[in-house]
């Protein structure tokens, strides 16, 4: 504009003196004309330019000031949505935090900004605004944060560790497969310890947090499942209540009742291990007796073999709890298997055994027995086809089929080496 101010008047200046010398050298009546039409409209136009300039610079500083307001409302926007967050999903108190963020929709609102669910612009206000006011605003809504930034982050540890306590309470109760879930909250709370009180920052640990805790409650509900399964057919137990309970924490699980589903959570693990008690005792002896039964008749020649039946026993011998009747299940079926598979080889080697004495073609004095058939093979698949759940009813049975085979195994050993002596 200073600029502006020296050259307009120069412009005049010169343009005289080119009429004057026009009118002096020439004589000519241009001069006049010139002089008479061109000072006005350079006066004309330096008007021009000087309202252009001004409404421009005008413009300009508007539009800075509506972003920043703008800016300042999105934050207000975002920070109390924040709030309802805490408020809604985790029954955290923010109640004086909103109340003070009041004054920044107040001072936003002097500003000329609105913000009702949606931020409109008062440009007549505006254009009063100047920057030191905007400034004003932006460090009360600062200031505001910082002193209720302490208070929130405590809340959302407290609530943390309210969450934890629920994980552990779960754990104890019988549900054993969460251990993974609560080193993962406590990892995010020492995680906690150095960020920044900033809503958003609290708000993402809380958001990861709470996931963990559904994550676990999702977890201890698919075992409360297949125990619940476990009681209806091993303790031939009426289990419609606990079905009925299951269905009460899938509910609350998907409307965010984390506190009503671990109450009903530890509720059905109770009673569950109250069904589940004899039958997982039971269960147990059966499993050790026919471990040793595998071990006694079977033919474990291979090392490996019987280190595996010892692992499966040690396993058996870990489970203490009646809520551990899942695990319990999983090494009786695979001790079920392993011992069918042994017995399984057994009546291979015997067929082998017996192919090399039919090639011998003995006598009737030296063999006084029939042959196994293959269709003996058949008694495999009877086993195979036994309910799992009646381990005492297989364990009568591979005991009879192993001894009938084992002692078979042994005379056609034997009777293989007295032949080819003779």
Not at 12 to 17: C, E, P
Not at 164 to 173: G, Q, S
Not at 201 to 219: A, C, D, F
Not at 402 to 412: E, F, I, K, L
Request: with cysteine; charged share 35%; aromatic share 8%.
């Amino acid at each position: 504009m200073k600029g502006y101010r020296i050259l307009i008047p120069l412009a005049h200046l010169a343009l005289i003196a080119l009429g004057i010398f026009i009118l002096f050298n020439t004589g000519h009546d241009d001069a006049i004309t010139f002089i008479i039409f061109f000072i006005p409209a350079t006066i004309v136009a330096a008007f021009l330019v000087r309202y252009l300039v001004t409404v421009r610079k005008r413009s300009v500083k508007e539009k800075v000031m509506e972003r920043d307001i703008e800016g300042i409302a999105n934050r207000y926007a975002e920070q109390m949505r924040s709030l309802y967050d805490f408020e809604d999903k985790y029954a955290i108190s923010t109640k004086e935090f909103r109340a003070d963020l009041k004054k920044v929709k107040e001072g936003l609102f002097e500003l000329g900004c609105a913000v009702n669910g949606r931020i409109r612009m008062d440009r007549a206000k505006l254009r009063k605004v100047v920057f030191a006011d905007v400034e004003w605003v932006i460090k009360m809504f600062e200031g505001i944060k910082g002193r209720h930034g302490v208070v929130l982050y405590s809340r959302v540890i407290d609530k943390c560790s309210d969450y934890l306590e629920e994980v552990k309470e779960l754990e104890n109760a019988g549900y054993e497969n969460i251990r993974g879930q609560i080193e993962s909250i406590e990892s995010k709370m020492r995680e906690s310890e150095g960020v920044e009180q900033d809503s958003l920052e609290l708000s993402l640990l809380m958001n990861e947090v709470g996931s963990i805790l559904e994550e676990t409650q999702r977890t201890c509900l698919r075992d409360a499942n297949s125990l619940e399964v476990e009681a209806r057919e091993s303790a031939n137990a009426d289990t419609s209540r606990i079905r009925t309970d299951i269905k009460i924490v899938e509910h609350s699980i998907e409307h965010g009742n984390y506190e009503n589903a671990s109450k009903v959570l530890k509720s059905m693990i109770e009673r569950l291990i109250g069904v589940l008690k004899d039958a997982f005792e039971r269960y147990k002896e059966h499993a050790l007796e026919l471990t040793n039964v595998v071990v006694e008749i079977s033919d474990l020649e291979k090392e490996e073999d019987k280190k595996e039946v010892e692992k499966i026993s040690k396993s058996i011998e870990a489970c203490t709890l009646p809520s551990q009747m899942g695990r319990l299940r999983a090494c009786g079926d695979a001790l079920i298997m392993k011992s069918i598979a042994a017995l399984e080889r057994i009546y291979n080697k015997i067929f082998d055994i017996e192919g090399e004495i039919a090639k011998e073609n003995p006598t009737t004095e030296l063999y006084p027995v029939e042959h196994w058939a293959s269709d003996k093979m058949g008694e495999i698949e009877e086993l195979k086809s036994m309910s799992k759940s009646d381990i005492r009813g297989f364990i009568h049975r591979y005991r009879l089929l192993a001894s009938d085979a084992h002692s078979r195994w042994v005379y056609d050993t034997e009777r293989l080496k007295y032949i080819k002596a003779k």
